[in-house]
């Protein structure tokens, strides 16, 4: 139905304009140079007329091993080779584009969401992505090779779509200018009833800090009323906001800040299977089915500060629960039955079993049950006097 | 399965402490002077010995009328009374105790999520919330009354869970440090690659911008993409990503900001049906069931800058499309036979038209076909040339 034909035709595609404003930190380094000894690799069979080969390691909870001391599910040594042949040639030639375009980003200081790179692919001929799936399948792998060398997708310039939760607080986040490369200071303690969101990227930020501990929050509603009423200044901690399961941004935010600042993490979230088994879980051993990216994006050291079981009881919330529905208690029990994690932990069988028996569920913002405030004048800080108390 | 029987026990519930640090404002006023009659009208009905009525607005489409130079949905003269009896005097009195909390809480300078506030009623007796719809309804009943004498929720001092989305650009924003009073100066030039997340409420912002135009952004990838490449800086305008269909506070924030700095508002968003009819639709004049807000919450003057159909065809971004499903289908079809907004407005019937004859549906990042930047070094440039070329 184009109407009006018009003559008007897109420009050709430009290489991207360079724009590098700082000059390439070791680990982009470490990513051009896997990029290269790849291609070099494939090359150089190529020149001696063999089938080039590239492995990659298999995602899969089959290779995968977990040790409770390291804390997260590690990547086994299972290796899938993809060699190049009639069948594979597609997806062979779709790695290696990808893995130039990563190239020219790190040169160019610039990135790409995957939904990008999929349609930038729609210039390759032949070599196109029929559809995300496909795109997202080929990056999986490249992003399983580099986590080898402690890279993260986010390294070879991959971005997420989703950016992190919100943060306010004791923290200085230090950025760069994208242009100028100079240093941009955001003290997150200047926002008002606002906050700081959490970039899709954050392996560039760095941290200045003097609080005591980060207390990670499942609620927006939660989060607002720490903040309005400046929780992080009378505790002396840094407030993340993590909307439910937290996004990788979040997660590696939190990752960084907590080891690099050596300070503790505390999760807040509702007392039922999901803020247990997904959103607090996620946070501290990463998912199965991702266990190449756990080793960065998870953090190990967070600690499980309430809404707990038995907080129901001492605090009396016994009339501000909610029925457990069935897809709870399923939840419930998958996690003591298939969980690796939950498992290796006395304290969470305990504290999951006594959940069921009970059979109902509380939300954080039940303790306002007793007053909007009594989480801030109350909850918190007993549960702080306390940390050893937390669940693991 | 309380093993150990705890003798701590929750203190009683105290009253909020004051923590105003401003005077109260003239919404504040306004707002206290309605919820002071309606209580007054309440308390001579039964001096009288005459049972007490509450009148409320009807929340529906039956009671709404439109008028395309207003541009949004109002509320018509249909009222609904709610006369105390045997059967009406649990919802009497449920609503008189949430109007005495925002009395409260406006004294105090505090609020309550929609979900803490029912919690807050578990502690009244009788008069308690079985479930969140029933204070929901009672609420919603509330904030219509309220809207008659122009004060939304958020006056009455009940904040959504949700905050707004994000924003970057050349725009400064005041907020009030809820200790002081003083006024916090947020420069929402300097925040690297992340972003200022707008709070639940943003009654009480004031800004500062010498900015050209909003560009309100569906997706995280292209907000992204235009704040890491500084585009804000190019363009002279102001970012903000809606994340799909925005929340309250993030349609209230642009509204504000576009009335108070008179700056036109300008939505990019995918070409399909949802971006189109939901996204844009809501932005632009509001949703249909929620008529009694829609006059703090919409944006009137918005205009669709794109991806429009035609720019499928202009920018030959044909093989980077996707098929349109039947339900998307459908919600053009919708859109054409049911919704006012889009039968006022000639464009919108030849461009929904066009979409569904092509059969296809353009995301964003589409664009990235013809290289990462082509959006900020053609597309947006190309179209901005002409702004009297955006759909209305």
Redesign the interface.
Known sequence: ??K???K????P?????T?RAKKLDEKDKLTLSLISSTADRVRRSIDQRILPELRFPIRSLSNVKYDSKIGYFELGRGRKARALSVSTVKSFAQTLRLMSISKEMVEND????K??AY??S??WGDAKFNDQPESDAVMDDIEALASLDGLAREQLRF?P???GG?VAGNLI?I?????TGAD?V?DCT????????????VE?LRFETEAKFVLAIE???MF??LN???YWKTASCILVETMGVPTRATRRFIRRLSDEKKIPVYAFVDCDPYGIANIYRTLKVGSGNAAHINRFFCVPNAQYLGVT??DI????LE??THVLAPVDVKRAKDALKNDPFFQAHKAWIKAI??LV??GVRA?Q??????????VI??YLP?KLANPKSFLP
């Open positions: 139905m184009a009006k034909a018009k008007t035709d897109p420009a595609v430009k290489p991207a304009k724009r610039d990135f790409a969401t939904r990008e349609y930038v729609k210039n971005y779509e989703e950016h919100s986040v950025d760069r200018d994208p242009e941009v955001i200047g926002f008002g009833s606002g906050s700081y969101s959490i970039p899709h990227s560039h609620t927006g509603g607002q009323r309005n009423h400046k079981p038995q009881l001492d605090f009396k009339d501000a079993d006594q028996k009970m939300e913002q039940a303790l306002a049950k007793w007053g909007l405030n009594f004048e109350e007993r």
